[in-house]
C-alpha cells in the first residue's frame, strides 16, 4: 500500500511529522474496509503517555509566559510513577524538601540551601583551620629615622610616606603615625617600632634614613650610572685628590637560602614540625598535610622577629631566606619530625556512612572484617484501636526527644486522625506516628538504647455499674464521683425511718365545733382559711387541699377528726397553725399547733449518716453516692455494690511506666562482640583508635576496611647534610683590585682615605666608569633604605578535606550537588560538628504503577538512558520551575519524549498545533 503527498517549495527537503492518523486497508478479497487499531495497555506506552503529558504542560506552560510552577506538583507526580515503574526511586529535591540532621546551631548559623538536587543525600565536616589575624612588621632599625627621614607604608593598596623632623623619638614616631588615618597601629617595642594593620591584607614599610656626609659641587663626582650605583660617599676624600674608577661587580651579596618544593597546585605535601634558626634564634614551625604554600610562608614569616628568616613564596616552591646577606648570612632547618599520615580503604558508604581514625601508630597497617549482627532500631510503641478508630476517649502525654504534648482522643474519632496531630507535633516531641491497619505505631527518630518515647495515660473514659440495690428499699441510686479502677460495697440499716409533719383536728359529729379564722404554714408557704361552725370537715378538708400546692400541706378526714400531714418527709417538713380570729384547736406536734417531722437515721459501712428526710448523701474513701429511701422503710439494706473500671486504651510495646527504648546495633568486628551507641562504634583493635556509624537498620557483612600509617614527605633543598645554608660575600674588581663586601657597598681606597661604593640591589657586570675630585662640601642625603614586609592571615575553613570561601559575606560550599550557604557562630573554633542534608520530598497525589508489567533487559537500560535528563524536571533539579524557563524545560521533555518514541517505535497521543511546531524549532 503506498501514502503519497504532496509538497511545497516551502516544506522542500524537510521531513514532516504526521501524527493522529487511522490507516485503512482493504483486501482484494473483502467487500468492506477493515480499520486497523493498533492499542496495547504495556509500560512502554504508560512512560510513554507520562512524558507525552509532561510536555504538553510545559509547552503550555510556555505559550502563556515563563512560569511553570502550577504544574510542578503534577510533573513530580509523573515523574514518581516513571521511576518506579523503571524500578527506581525518586526522592523530590529544593529547599521545602531537605532534611537536616547533626547540626549544631552554636557552629554554624544562618544555613540556606541553595541546591538540593532530587535524590540528593551528603555529608559535611570540617573545622575552622586558621583564625583571621593582622599583618604585622617589628622594624629593627627605626633608629636609623632619629636623624630624620621618611617611612614609606604600603597598607593593602595604599601608599603613604611619612616624614620625619631630626630627633624625634622612636615613640614620638608611633605617636605621629597614630594621630593620622594611615591604616596601621603603631608602638615603641624594646627600642623599635612596631606597626600592625588595622585591616587585613597586606604590610609593607621601608625605612629611607638621611645620613649627613660631605656634597659635591659642579665636576665633582661624573659619570655615575644610576642603574648600576645607588651612591658613591666621598665624605672622607681627601683634599686635592682626582681619580677615575672603572671595573665590575663579579658576584652580588647573597643571603643563605633554602627552597622547599610544595605540590603542582602550591600545597603543602606532609606534615611535618622541624626547628628554622636564623641569625635572631630559633623557633619551631610545623605544617599541616594539604595546606597552601602561601599558609606555609605566614607561619614562617610570623616568626621572623625571633629567627630572622623570611619567606617567598614563587610558583609552588617557598623559599628561606635570612635577612642578612653575605658571607655571615646563615639559616638552618633542623630537627625535622615528618607526620604519619593515617588512611581508611575500602569503607562502603552503603553500610558505613562515617568513618573517623581517631589514632594508630607509626608504620602499622590493620585490616577489619567482620558483621553487624544486631540492627539499630528506634523505640516504638503500638496503640490497637477499634475497627480502625478510637475505642475509647482518653487523654495522654506523649515525650520523645525533643519534648512532651498532650493528645485528647475521642471514642469513635479516625485513627488516621490521631495519626496526623501527632505528625503535625513531631518538631516539639521527636516522635512520629504511621497506621497500618488498626495499629497505631509511635517512633522515636533517632535510634538506639539512649533513646526513648514514653505514652502517659492522664485520663480515660471511666465505666461506673451498681447492682443490688433494691427498689422496695431505696431508689433513684446515683453515683456522684468514684475512684477510678474501684470497686466499693455499701452495708447498712436503715435504724429509723423518716417521718412526715402531722397535727389533727378534732370534729364534732364531722363537722367544726366552732367557727375561726386560720393561717396554715408547710414547708411551701402560708395559706389563709376560715371555717364555720358546722362547717362539714370534708368540706374544709377540701378547701385546705386546694391550697396543697401553696402549703405543702395534705388533709384528710377519719374517724370524725381532720388530719394535716405535711406532704414530705423529714425535719423540713412541717405544718403549722395560727389562728388569727375564733378557734381552730389540733393535737400534736408542740401542743402549740406546731409540728415537724424527722429525717431518717442509717448506719452505712459502719458510719452515722442522716438523712434529709428520705435523700441520703453518703461518700467514703472511694466515692460519693445518692439515693432515696422509700417512705417508712427501716430495717437491713441489701448490699449495694459500685464498680468503676477504665474504657480501653490497648499500648504495647513498653514497660509498665509505657516507656520504650530504641535498639544499639551490635557488631562482631575482628572477633570482637561490640555493642553501640545506637549507630556508633567506638573501639580500639591493635593499635588503632577509630569509630564508625553503620547505617540504620543494615545488618549483615561488612566489607573489609583497611587502616594504615604511611609518612608523609617532607625535604627542603640547598642546605648541607647538616640543613645549613649560607649567604656569599660579594665581589667587585676596582681599578684592579679584587673587595668583598657583605651588602654590595665596597670600600675603595683613595690615597690615604677611602671612598664607598655602593652598587644598585643584586647588580653584576662592568659598570661605567665615574670621576671623583676632593673639592666638596657637607651635605645630607638618603641612606640605605630597609624594607619590612609582612602578610594578614584570613580565616581559613575546610569542609570535607577543601578550603570553603565567602561570597557575599558569607560561606559557601557543594558537596554531591548539594549547595549551601552559611556563616559560623560567634566565637566559634575548632572543629564543628558532622551533619547532613537530604532530600527527602515525595508527589502529592497517589498513582498506580502495579498495573503495569515491569521492563527488563536492554528496553529497561535503553529506558533509563533516554529518560535522564527528564529527571532533572523534578522539584530541585536543573530544570524545575524555580531554575528555568518553561520553554527551556519544554525542550528537555520534548527532547526526552522524541527519543522515546524513536525507542518505542510510538508517536504522541496528540498531534502538534502551529504554534507547538513553531516551539519545537525554537527550543
Request: charged letters at 20%; a negative charge; zero cysteines.
Amino acid at each position: 500500500m503506498t501514502i503519497s503527498s504532496s509538497s511545497t517549495a516551502s516544506f522542500a527537503g524537510r521531513s514532516l511529522l504526521v501524527e493522529n492518523f487511522k490507516l485503512s486497508a482493504r483486501a482484494p478479497s473483502q467487500t468492506e474496509s477493515e480499520t486497523l487499531v493498533r492499542r496495547v495497555d504495556t509500560t512502554s506506552d504508560r512512560i510513554n503517555s507520562l512524558v507525552a503529558g509532561i510536555s504538553e504542560k510545559l509547552l503550555g506552560a510556555a505559550r502563556q509566559g515563563a512560569s511553570f510552577e502550577q504544574f510542578q506538583g503534577s510533573i513530580d507526580t509523573a515523574l514518581s510513577e516513571i521511576s518506579d515503574l523503571i524500578g527506581q526511586s525518586l526522592t523530590l529535591g529544593g529547599s521545602s524538601n531537605a532534611v537536616i540532621r547533626g547540626l549544631d546551631e552554636g557552629q554554624i548559623q544562618n544555613l540556606e540551601i541553595l541546591s538540593l538536587p532530587p535524590n540528593a543525600s551528603a555529608r559535611f565536616s570540617g573545622e575552622l583551620s586558621q583564625e583571621a589575624s593582622k599583618a604585622s612588621v617589628l622594624i629593627n632599625d627605626a633608629a636609623r629615622l632619629q636623624s630624620g627621614g621618611a617611612l614609606d607604608l604600603k597598607v593593602g593598596e595604599s601608599d603613604r610616606r611619612i616624614q620625619f623632623q631630626p630627633g624625634r623619638s622612636i615613640v614620638g614616631m608611633a605617636q605621629q603615625i597614630n594621630s593620622k588615618n594611615y591604616g596601621v597601629a603603631a608602638r615603641e617595642v624594646n627600642g623599635k617600632l612596631q606597626l600592625t594593620s588595622r585591616g587585613g591584607g597586606a604590610l609593607e614599610a621601608t625605612v629611607r634614613p638621611i645620613r649627613t656626609g660631605r656634597s659635591y659641587g659642579e665636576n665633582q663626582l661624573v659619570g655615575v650610572n644610576a642603574s648600576q650605583i645607588d651612591s658613591v660617599d666621598i665624605s672622607r676624600l681627601p683634599e686635592g685628590i682626582s681619580e677615575t674608577f672603572e671595573g665590575r661587580v663579579d658576584t652580588s651579596a647573597s643571603v643563605a637560602r633554602l627552597t622547599y618544593r610544595g605540590t603542582t597546585g602550591g600545597f603543602v605535601t606532609g606534615s611535618a614540625s622541624f626547628d628554622l634558626t636564623g641569625e635572631l634564634g630559633s623557633n619551631s614551625v610545623e605544617v599541616t598535610r594539604g595546606e597552601s604554600i602561601l599558609s606555609f610562608a605566614e607561619k614562617i614569616n610570623n616568626v621572623s622577629a625571633f629567627t630572622g628568616v623570611i619567606a617567598e613564596v614563587h610558583g609552588n616552591e617557598l623559599r628561606l631566606e635570612s635577612q642578612q646577606r653575605g658571607e655571615d648570612a646563615q639559616l638552618r632547618l633542623s630537627n625535622v619530625v615528618r607526620q604519619f599520615r593515617p588512611t581508611v580503604e575500602g569503607v562502603n558508604a552503603g553500610q558505613i556512612p562515617r568513618f573517623d581514625l581517631q589514632s594508630i601508630a607509626d608504620g602499622a597497617e590493620v585490616q577489619l572484617s567482620g558483621s553487624v549482627t544486631t540492627a539499630s532500631d528506634t523505640a516504638k510503641l503500638q496503640y490497637t484501636g477499634n475497627a480502625g478508630t478510637v475505642a475509647d476517649t482518653a487523654v495522654f502525654t506523649l515525650t520523645g526527644d525533643l519534648g512532651s504534648e498532650q493528645f485528647a482522643i475521642a471514642q469513635g474519632e479516625a485513627l488516621s486522625s490521631v495519626r496526623d496531630r501527632i505528625n503535625a507535633e513531631t518538631a516539639s516531641t521527636g516522635v512520629t506516628a504511621t497506621l497500618d491497619g488498626n495499629t497505631l505505631q509511635f517512633s522515636g527518630q533517632e535510634v538506639g538504647s539512649s533513646e526513648s518515647i514514653q505514652v502517659q495515660l492522664d485520663d480515660i473514659t471511666q465505666y461506673t455499674s451498681v447492682d443490688g440495690a433494691n427498689a422496695s428499699q431505696v431508689s433513684n441510686f446515683n453515683v456522684v464521683s468514684s475512684e477510678p479502677r474501684s470497686t466499693n460495697t455499701i452495708n447498712g440499716t436503715v435504724d429509723q425511718a423518716a417521718t412526715q409533719a402531722e397535727l389533727v383536728y378534732e370534729g364534732f359529729l364531722n363537722a367544726a365545733p366552732a367557727s375561726g379564722t386560720f393561717d396554715l404554714t408547710g414547708e411551701l408557704g402560708t395559706a389563709r382559711f376560715s371555717v364555720s361552725t358546722f362547717q362539714s370537715l370534708t368540706s374544709i378538708r377540701d378547701d385546705i387541699n386546694s391550697r396543697t400546692g401553696d402549703t405543702g400541706v395534705v388533709a384528710s378526714v377519719s374517724n370524725g377528726d381532720l388530719t394535716l400531714r405535711s406532704d414530705g418527709y423529714g425535719s423540713d417538713a412541717i405544718v403549722e397553725i395560727d389562728v388569727v380570729s375564733g378557734s381552730f384547736d389540733t393535737n400534736g406536734g408542740d401542743g402549740n399547733g406546731n409540728a415537724a417531722g424527722t429525717d431518717a437515721q442509717l448506719t452505712l459501712n459502719g458510719t452515722s449518716v442522716t438523712a434529709d428526710g428520705n435523700e441520703v448523701a453518703y461518700a467514703d474513701a472511694l466515692g460519693s453516692y445518692t439515693f432515696e429511701l422509700q417512705p417508712g422503710f427501716a430495717g437491713t439494706l441489701d448490699p449495694i455494690t459500685v464498680t468503676t473500671s477504665d474504657g480501653s486504651f490497648d499500648l504495647s510495646g513498653g514497660d509498665e511506666t509505657g516507656t520504650a527504648y530504641g535498639v544499639d546495633a551490635e557488631a562482631t568486628i575482628n572477633g570482637q562482640a561490640l555493642i553501640a551507641d545506637g549507630n556508633e562504634f567506638d573501639l580500639t583493635i591493635e593499635s588503632a583508635e577509630f569509630s564508625f556509624d553503620v547505617t540504620s537498620g543494615f545488618q549483615g557483612a561488612l566489607d573489609t576496611i583497611t587502616l594504615s600509617s604511611i609518612e608523609d614527605e617532607f625535604a627542603v633543598s640547598g642546605g648541607d647534610e647538616d640543613g645549613y645554608a649560607y649567604g656569599q660575600a660579594g665581589q667587585a674588581t676596582i681599578n684592579g683590585q679584587l673587595h668583598t663586601s657583605n651588602d654590595d657597598t665596597f670600600e675603595v681606597s683613595v690615597g690615604e682615605q677611602s671612598i664607598d661604593v655602593a652598587f644598585t640591589n643584586g647588580y653584576v657586570g662592568a659598570f661605567d666608569t665615574f670621576d671623583v675630585d676632593s673639592l666638596s662640601t657637607p651635605h645630607r642625603r638618603t641612606g640605605t633604605p630597609t624594607t619590612y614586609r609582612a602578610n594578614a592571615s584570613e580565616e581559613r575553613l575546610q569542609i570535607n578535606g577543601k578550603d570553603v570561601s565567602r561570597v557575599d559575606g558569607r560561606y559557601e560550599f557543594e558537596q554531591d550537588g548539594v549547595r549551601l550557604a552559611f556563616d559560623l557562630a560567634n566565637n566559634f573554633r575548632g572543629s564543628f560538628d558532622n551533619f547532613t542534608i537530604s532530600a527527602n520530598g515525595s508527589a502529592e497525589a497517589s498513582y498506580e504503577s502495579n498495573r503495569y508489567a515491569a521492563l527488563t533487559g536492554t528496553t529497561l537500560e535503553a529506558t533509563k538512558v533516554v529518560l535522564n535528563d527528564l529527571f532533572q524536571l523534578a522539584s530541585g533539579g536543573d530544570f524545575d520551575s524555580q531554575n528555568v524557563h518553561a520553554l527551556d524545560a519544554y525542550g528537555v521533555a520534548k527532547e526526552s519524549l522524541s527519543k522515546l518514541q524513536s525507542l518505542f517505535g510510538a508517536s504522541p497521543a496528540r498531534g502538534r498545533s502551529l504554534s507547538g511546531l513553531l516551539l519545537d524549532q525554537i527550543v
